[in-house]
Protein backbone atom coordinates (compact mmCIF):
# COMPACT_ATOMS: atom_id res chain seq x y z
CA UNK A 1 0.00 0.00 0.00
CA UNK A 2 1.56 3.46 -0.83
CA UNK A 3 2.27 5.18 2.72
CA UNK A 4 1.98 8.76 3.70
CA UNK A 5 -1.59 10.31 2.06
CA UNK A 6 -2.87 13.43 2.83
CA UNK A 7 -6.56 13.25 3.42
CA UNK A 8 -8.89 16.00 3.83
CA UNK A 9 -11.99 16.23 5.54
CA UNK A 10 -14.94 18.57 5.02
CA UNK A 11 -17.33 19.24 7.15
CA UNK A 12 -16.61 18.15 11.04
CA UNK A 13 -20.13 18.11 12.20
CA UNK A 14 -22.01 14.90 13.59
CA UNK A 15 -20.83 12.27 10.78
CA UNK A 16 -17.60 13.93 9.81
CA UNK A 17 -15.65 14.00 13.26
CA UNK A 18 -16.07 10.33 13.25
CA UNK A 19 -15.22 10.03 9.78
CA UNK A 20 -12.46 12.16 11.08
CA UNK A 21 -11.11 9.54 13.58
CA UNK A 22 -11.21 6.83 11.45
CA UNK A 23 -9.29 8.21 8.55
CA UNK A 24 -6.89 9.35 10.88
CA UNK A 25 -6.46 4.95 12.42
CA UNK A 26 -5.32 4.79 9.02
CA UNK A 27 -2.23 3.35 9.05
CA UNK A 28 -1.54 4.93 5.10
CA UNK A 29 -2.51 8.43 6.24
CA UNK A 30 0.11 10.20 7.51
CA UNK A 31 -1.51 13.77 7.46
CA UNK A 32 -5.31 14.81 8.17
CA UNK A 33 -6.51 17.74 7.37
CA UNK A 34 -10.05 19.44 8.37
CA UNK A 35 -12.21 22.07 7.11
CA UNK A 36 -15.30 23.53 7.63
CA UNK A 37 -17.91 26.64 6.71
CA UNK A 38 -17.45 27.29 10.10
CA UNK A 39 -13.78 27.47 10.92
CA UNK A 40 -13.54 27.67 14.23
CA UNK A 41 -15.36 24.06 14.61
CA UNK A 42 -12.30 22.84 11.87
CA UNK A 43 -9.89 24.42 14.31
CA UNK A 44 -11.24 22.96 17.64
CA UNK A 45 -11.34 19.52 15.93
CA UNK A 46 -8.21 19.48 14.63
CA UNK A 47 -6.96 20.21 18.52
CA UNK A 48 -8.87 17.40 19.40
CA UNK A 49 -7.48 15.10 16.79
CA UNK A 50 -4.17 16.25 16.31
CA UNK A 51 -4.47 17.47 13.01
CA UNK A 52 -4.42 20.46 10.73
CA UNK A 53 -7.17 22.68 9.61
CA UNK A 54 -7.82 25.06 6.37
CA UNK A 55 -9.95 26.67 4.26
CA UNK A 56 -12.84 24.64 2.48
CA UNK A 57 -11.08 25.48 -1.24
CA UNK A 58 -7.90 24.39 0.22
CA UNK A 59 -9.02 21.14 1.15
CA UNK A 60 -8.87 20.18 -2.56
CA UNK A 61 -5.27 20.96 -3.55
CA UNK A 62 -2.35 19.33 -2.75
CA UNK A 63 -4.37 16.58 -1.36
CA UNK A 64 -4.50 12.91 -2.20
CA UNK A 65 -8.28 12.20 -1.11
CA UNK A 66 -11.17 14.51 0.15
CA UNK A 67 -14.01 13.57 2.18
CA UNK A 68 -16.71 15.16 2.27
CA UNK A 69 -19.48 15.24 5.07
CA UNK A 70 -21.15 18.00 5.16
CA UNK A 71 -24.92 18.97 4.35
CA UNK A 72 -26.48 16.89 1.62
CA UNK A 73 -27.39 20.18 -0.20
CA UNK A 74 -23.72 21.43 -0.11
CA UNK A 75 -22.45 17.81 -1.98
CA UNK A 76 -23.11 18.56 -5.43
CA UNK A 77 -21.19 21.64 -5.18
CA UNK A 78 -17.82 20.41 -3.28
CA UNK A 79 -18.33 17.08 -5.79
CA UNK A 80 -17.77 19.87 -8.66
CA UNK A 81 -14.72 21.30 -6.99
CA UNK A 82 -13.60 17.53 -6.34
CA UNK A 83 -13.87 17.07 -9.84
CA UNK A 84 -12.12 20.21 -11.47
CA UNK A 85 -9.36 19.36 -9.01
CA UNK A 86 -9.29 15.78 -9.78
CA UNK A 87 -8.86 14.35 -6.59
CA UNK A 88 -10.47 11.36 -5.36
CA UNK A 89 -13.14 11.49 -2.70
CA UNK A 90 -15.71 9.59 -0.65
CA UNK A 91 -18.72 11.65 -0.07
CA UNK A 92 -21.65 11.08 1.83
CA UNK A 93 -25.30 10.07 0.39
CA UNK A 94 -26.68 11.45 -1.55
CA UNK A 95 -25.23 13.22 -4.57
CA UNK A 96 -28.31 15.56 -4.38
CA UNK A 97 -31.67 15.61 -3.77
CA UNK A 98 -32.86 15.97 -7.58
CA UNK A 99 -32.41 14.00 -10.62
CA UNK A 100 -30.94 16.75 -12.93
CA UNK A 101 -28.23 18.37 -10.07
CA UNK A 102 -27.08 14.39 -9.69
CA UNK A 103 -26.80 13.65 -13.22
CA UNK A 104 -24.67 17.26 -14.38
CA UNK A 105 -22.57 16.16 -11.04
CA UNK A 106 -21.88 12.58 -12.28
CA UNK A 107 -21.04 13.71 -15.42
CA UNK A 108 -18.51 16.55 -14.20
CA UNK A 109 -17.16 13.81 -12.11
CA UNK A 110 -16.54 11.25 -15.13
CA UNK A 111 -15.19 14.12 -17.18
CA UNK A 112 -13.05 14.81 -14.31
CA UNK A 113 -11.24 11.13 -13.97
CA UNK A 114 -10.69 11.27 -10.36
CA UNK A 115 -12.67 8.21 -8.48
CA UNK A 116 -15.46 9.16 -6.32
CA UNK A 117 -17.16 6.65 -3.50
CA UNK A 118 -20.41 7.25 -1.90
CA UNK A 119 -21.08 6.48 1.51
CA UNK A 120 -23.22 3.68 1.41
CA UNK A 121 -21.37 1.99 4.55
CA UNK A 122 -23.89 -1.02 4.72
CA UNK A 123 -21.79 -2.71 1.28
CA UNK A 124 -19.02 -2.82 4.48
CA UNK A 125 -21.09 -4.01 6.88
CA UNK A 126 -20.64 -8.00 7.90
CA UNK A 127 -24.29 -9.11 8.00
CA UNK A 128 -25.18 -7.60 4.56
CA UNK A 129 -21.87 -8.65 3.15
CA UNK A 130 -22.85 -12.42 4.59
CA UNK A 131 -26.28 -12.13 3.38
CA UNK A 132 -25.46 -11.09 -0.31
CA UNK A 133 -22.40 -13.87 -0.14
CA UNK A 134 -24.95 -16.88 1.14
CA UNK A 135 -27.32 -15.71 -1.93
CA UNK A 136 -25.04 -15.56 -4.06
CA UNK A 137 -23.91 -18.95 -3.53
CA UNK A 138 -27.49 -20.43 -3.93
CA UNK A 139 -27.48 -21.28 -0.20
CA UNK A 140 -31.24 -19.50 -0.16
CA UNK A 141 -32.39 -20.86 -3.70
CA UNK A 142 -34.49 -18.22 -5.77
CA UNK A 143 -34.76 -15.47 -3.68
CA UNK A 144 -38.44 -14.59 -3.12
CA UNK A 145 -38.85 -11.61 -0.54
CA UNK A 146 -36.96 -9.01 1.74
CA UNK A 147 -37.98 -6.92 4.59
CA UNK A 148 -35.95 -4.00 5.24
CA UNK A 149 -36.56 -0.94 8.25
CA UNK A 150 -34.47 1.29 9.18
CA UNK A 151 -35.76 3.61 12.38
CA UNK A 152 -34.06 5.98 14.47
CA UNK A 153 -35.05 5.75 18.43
CA UNK A 154 -35.42 9.74 18.14
CA UNK A 155 -36.28 12.46 15.27
CA UNK A 156 -33.34 14.81 14.09
CA UNK A 157 -32.97 18.69 14.72
CA UNK A 158 -36.06 21.03 13.45
CA UNK A 159 -33.55 22.69 11.40
CA UNK A 160 -31.79 19.23 10.00
CA UNK A 161 -35.28 18.12 8.41
CA UNK A 162 -35.94 21.11 5.77
CA UNK A 163 -33.02 20.22 3.77
CA UNK A 164 -32.67 16.19 4.17
CA UNK A 165 -34.79 15.82 1.09
CA UNK A 166 -37.41 14.17 3.23
CA UNK A 167 -37.52 10.46 5.21
CA UNK A 168 -37.03 8.31 1.84
CA UNK A 169 -34.14 10.08 0.41
CA UNK A 170 -32.39 10.61 3.32
CA UNK A 171 -33.21 7.17 5.27
CA UNK A 172 -34.58 5.32 3.00
CA UNK A 173 -31.77 5.53 0.17
CA UNK A 174 -29.80 3.12 2.39
CA UNK A 175 -32.24 0.74 2.34
CA UNK A 176 -32.75 0.90 -1.63
CA UNK A 177 -28.70 0.32 -1.65
CA UNK A 178 -28.51 -2.79 0.63
CA UNK A 179 -31.68 -4.26 -1.80
CA UNK A 180 -30.22 -3.38 -5.30
CA UNK A 181 -26.71 -4.68 -3.61
CA UNK A 182 -27.71 -7.45 -1.59
CA UNK A 183 -30.36 -9.39 -4.37
CA UNK A 184 -28.29 -7.60 -7.99
CA UNK A 185 -31.54 -6.64 -9.05
CA UNK A 186 -33.00 -3.18 -10.21
CA UNK A 187 -36.10 -1.95 -8.26
CA UNK A 188 -38.88 -1.70 -10.77
CA UNK A 189 -41.94 -0.45 -9.08
CA UNK A 190 -42.93 1.17 -5.64
CA UNK A 191 -45.98 2.34 -3.86
CA UNK A 192 -45.22 4.11 -0.30
CA UNK A 193 -47.00 5.27 2.45
CA UNK A 194 -47.09 7.96 4.77
CA UNK A 195 -48.00 9.28 8.15
CA UNK A 196 -46.86 12.60 10.84
CA UNK A 197 -47.47 11.42 13.90
CA UNK A 198 -44.96 13.40 15.51
CA UNK A 199 -43.45 16.67 15.93
CA UNK A 200 -45.10 19.60 13.37
CA UNK A 201 -42.26 20.35 11.65
CA UNK A 202 -41.59 17.07 9.66
CA UNK A 203 -45.39 17.70 8.24
CA UNK A 204 -44.31 21.54 7.75
CA UNK A 205 -41.60 20.44 5.37
CA UNK A 206 -43.82 18.26 3.24
CA UNK A 207 -42.14 15.46 5.62
CA UNK A 208 -43.22 11.85 7.37
CA UNK A 209 -42.19 10.63 10.55
CA UNK A 210 -43.11 7.08 9.65
CA UNK A 211 -43.30 5.34 5.94
CA UNK A 212 -43.96 1.94 4.82
CA UNK A 213 -43.72 0.76 1.08
CA UNK A 214 -44.03 -2.38 -1.20
CA UNK A 215 -40.65 -2.50 -3.91
CA UNK A 216 -40.83 -4.61 -7.17
CA UNK A 217 -37.98 -5.74 -7.95
CA UNK A 218 -37.21 -6.61 -12.05
CA UNK A 219 -37.33 -10.43 -11.37
CA UNK A 220 -41.02 -10.02 -9.64
CA UNK A 221 -39.25 -10.22 -5.89
CA UNK A 222 -41.64 -8.16 -3.67
CA UNK A 223 -39.76 -6.32 -0.87
CA UNK A 224 -41.19 -4.15 1.70
CA UNK A 225 -39.65 -1.27 3.52
CA UNK A 226 -40.39 0.73 7.32
CA UNK A 227 -39.22 3.48 8.18
CA UNK A 228 -39.15 5.79 11.68
CA UNK A 229 -38.44 8.34 13.25
CA UNK A 230 -40.05 7.39 16.43
CA UNK A 231 -38.75 3.66 17.38
CA UNK A 232 -38.41 3.75 21.29
CA UNK A 233 -36.99 0.57 21.37
CA UNK A 234 -33.29 1.72 19.91
CA UNK A 235 -31.74 2.78 16.52
CA UNK A 236 -32.70 -0.52 14.34
CA UNK A 237 -31.44 -1.18 11.18
CA UNK A 238 -32.48 -4.95 9.62
CA UNK A 239 -32.92 -6.74 6.47
CA UNK A 240 -34.45 -9.82 5.98
CA UNK A 241 -34.05 -11.76 2.66
CA UNK A 242 -35.71 -15.44 1.93
CA UNK A 243 -35.72 -17.62 -0.84
CA UNK A 244 -37.07 -21.06 -1.48
CA UNK A 245 -34.37 -22.67 -0.03
CA UNK A 246 -33.33 -20.52 2.90
CA UNK A 247 -33.38 -17.08 4.91
CA UNK A 248 -30.41 -14.62 6.50
CA UNK A 249 -31.75 -12.02 8.73
CA UNK A 250 -29.16 -8.92 8.77
CA UNK A 251 -29.02 -7.30 12.09
CA UNK A 252 -30.50 -9.84 14.26
CA UNK A 253 -28.03 -9.50 17.17
CA UNK A 254 -27.80 -9.16 20.96
CA UNK A 255 -28.42 -5.47 20.19
CA UNK A 256 -31.28 -5.86 18.36
CA UNK A 257 -33.65 -3.14 19.18
CA UNK A 258 -36.36 -6.34 20.16
CA UNK A 259 -37.80 -7.65 22.93
CA UNK A 260 -39.60 -11.13 22.46
CA UNK A 261 -43.16 -11.68 23.91
CA UNK A 262 -42.45 -15.40 24.12
CA UNK A 263 -41.87 -16.94 27.83
CA UNK A 264 -38.86 -17.63 28.82
CA UNK A 265 -36.85 -16.20 26.11
CA UNK A 266 -34.32 -13.58 26.88
CA UNK A 267 -33.01 -13.25 23.07
CA UNK A 268 -31.83 -10.51 22.43
CA UNK A 269 -30.26 -9.75 25.66
CA UNK A 270 -27.72 -7.02 24.94
CA UNK A 271 -28.58 -3.22 24.81
CA UNK A 272 -30.06 -2.21 21.91
CA UNK A 273 -27.58 0.95 19.52
CA UNK A 274 -28.36 4.57 20.62
CA UNK A 275 -27.74 5.75 16.96
CA UNK A 276 -25.80 5.11 13.55
CA UNK A 277 -22.35 5.29 14.65
CA UNK A 278 -22.28 2.79 16.92
CA UNK A 279 -24.44 0.21 15.07
CA UNK A 280 -21.83 0.71 12.06
CA UNK A 281 -18.65 1.58 13.22
CA UNK A 282 -17.23 -1.34 11.67
CA UNK A 283 -18.69 -0.85 8.44
CA UNK A 284 -17.57 3.16 8.23
CA UNK A 285 -14.56 1.99 9.29
CA UNK A 286 -14.22 -0.21 6.18
CA UNK A 287 -15.67 1.66 3.85
CA UNK A 288 -12.92 4.56 5.17
CA UNK A 289 -10.29 1.92 4.87
CA UNK A 290 -11.26 0.90 1.20
CA UNK A 291 -11.46 4.52 0.39
CA UNK A 292 -8.09 5.35 1.61
CA UNK A 293 -7.42 2.27 -0.84
CA UNK A 294 -9.07 3.92 -3.63
CA UNK A 295 -7.03 7.35 -2.85
CA UNK A 296 -3.85 5.17 -2.96
CA UNK A 297 -4.57 4.42 -6.34
CA UNK A 298 -4.71 0.58 -5.59
CA UNK A 299 -8.84 -0.50 -6.39
CA UNK A 300 -11.51 1.30 -8.08
CA UNK A 301 -14.75 2.80 -6.03
CA UNK A 302 -16.84 0.33 -4.51
CA UNK A 303 -19.76 2.79 -4.70
CA UNK A 304 -20.32 4.38 -7.36
CA UNK A 305 -21.91 7.50 -8.53
CA UNK A 306 -23.95 5.66 -10.45
CA UNK A 307 -25.17 3.55 -7.69
CA UNK A 308 -25.79 7.20 -6.19
CA UNK A 309 -28.64 7.65 -9.21
CA UNK A 310 -30.22 5.09 -8.99
CA UNK A 311 -31.22 4.41 -5.27
CA UNK A 312 -32.59 8.34 -6.24
CA UNK A 313 -34.68 7.09 -9.03
CA UNK A 314 -36.13 4.79 -6.63
CA UNK A 315 -36.05 7.33 -3.75
CA UNK A 316 -37.77 9.86 -6.19
CA UNK A 317 -40.66 7.19 -6.80
CA UNK A 318 -41.03 6.69 -3.28
CA UNK A 319 -41.93 9.97 -2.70
CA UNK A 320 -44.07 10.45 -5.67
CA UNK A 321 -46.00 7.41 -4.77
CA UNK A 322 -46.51 8.69 -1.36
CA UNK A 323 -47.63 12.43 -2.60
CA UNK A 324 -49.65 10.68 -5.43
CA UNK A 325 -51.35 8.17 -3.79
CA UNK A 326 -50.19 5.73 -6.29
CA UNK A 327 -47.73 2.64 -7.54
CA UNK A 328 -45.04 4.57 -9.40
CA UNK A 329 -42.83 2.73 -12.06
CA UNK A 330 -39.00 3.45 -11.09
CA UNK A 331 -38.67 4.03 -15.46
CA UNK A 332 -41.26 6.83 -15.30
CA UNK A 333 -38.73 8.95 -13.00
CA UNK A 334 -35.91 7.70 -15.15
CA UNK A 335 -37.31 8.94 -17.74
CA UNK A 336 -37.78 12.68 -16.90
N1 LIG B 1 -24.02 7.20 6.00
C1 LIG B 1 -24.70 7.43 7.11
O1 LIG B 1 -25.05 6.52 7.83
C2 LIG B 1 -25.02 8.84 7.47
C3 LIG B 1 -25.47 9.12 8.77
C4 LIG B 1 -25.69 10.46 9.10
C5 LIG B 1 -25.49 11.47 8.17
N2 LIG B 1 -25.09 11.13 6.92
C6 LIG B 1 -24.89 12.18 5.91
O2 LIG B 1 -23.75 12.93 6.29
C7 LIG B 1 -23.90 14.29 5.89
C8 LIG B 1 -23.64 15.20 7.08
O3 LIG B 1 -24.61 14.95 8.06
P1 LIG B 1 -24.37 15.40 9.59
O4 LIG B 1 -25.55 14.93 10.33
O5 LIG B 1 -23.01 15.02 10.05
O6 LIG B 1 -24.43 17.01 9.43
P2 LIG B 1 -24.04 18.12 10.52
O7 LIG B 1 -24.96 19.27 10.29
O8 LIG B 1 -23.94 17.54 11.89
O9 LIG B 1 -22.54 18.55 10.12
C9 LIG B 1 -22.25 19.18 8.92
C10 LIG B 1 -20.96 19.99 9.06
O10 LIG B 1 -20.65 20.56 7.79
C11 LIG B 1 -20.37 21.96 7.93
N3 LIG B 1 -20.73 22.62 6.68
C12 LIG B 1 -21.97 23.03 6.26
N4 LIG B 1 -21.89 23.53 5.00
C13 LIG B 1 -20.61 23.43 4.61
C14 LIG B 1 -19.91 23.78 3.43
N5 LIG B 1 -20.54 24.31 2.39
N6 LIG B 1 -18.58 23.59 3.39
C15 LIG B 1 -17.90 23.05 4.46
N7 LIG B 1 -18.53 22.69 5.60
C16 LIG B 1 -19.86 22.88 5.69
C17 LIG B 1 -21.18 22.39 9.15
O11 LIG B 1 -20.63 23.57 9.74
C18 LIG B 1 -21.07 21.16 10.05
O12 LIG B 1 -19.91 21.20 10.84
C19 LIG B 1 -25.31 14.41 5.29
O13 LIG B 1 -25.24 14.36 3.90
C20 LIG B 1 -26.03 13.16 5.81
O14 LIG B 1 -27.02 12.69 4.88
C21 LIG B 1 -24.83 9.85 6.57
Not at 14 to 35: F, S
Not at 66 to 81: D, F, M, R, Y
Request: charged fraction near 20%.
Amino acid sequence: MAQALRIAVIGVGRIGLQHAQVVKDQPAVAELVLADNDPARAAQAAAELGAEYCGVDEAFQATDGVVIATPTSTHAELLLKAAAAKVPTFCEKPIALDVPTTRSVIAAVKAGGAQVQLGFQRRFDAGYVAARAALRAGELGELRRAHMLTCDPQPPSPDFVPNSGGIFKDCGIHDVDALRWVSGHEVVEVFAYGANRGAAFFAESGDVDEAAALLKLDDDTLATLQLSRYNGAGYDVRMEIAGTAGSRAVGLDAHTALVSAEPGVTFPDGQPHPAFYPRFHAAYTAELAAFVRVAAGEITSPALVDDALEALYVCEALGVSYTERRPVRVDEIRAQ
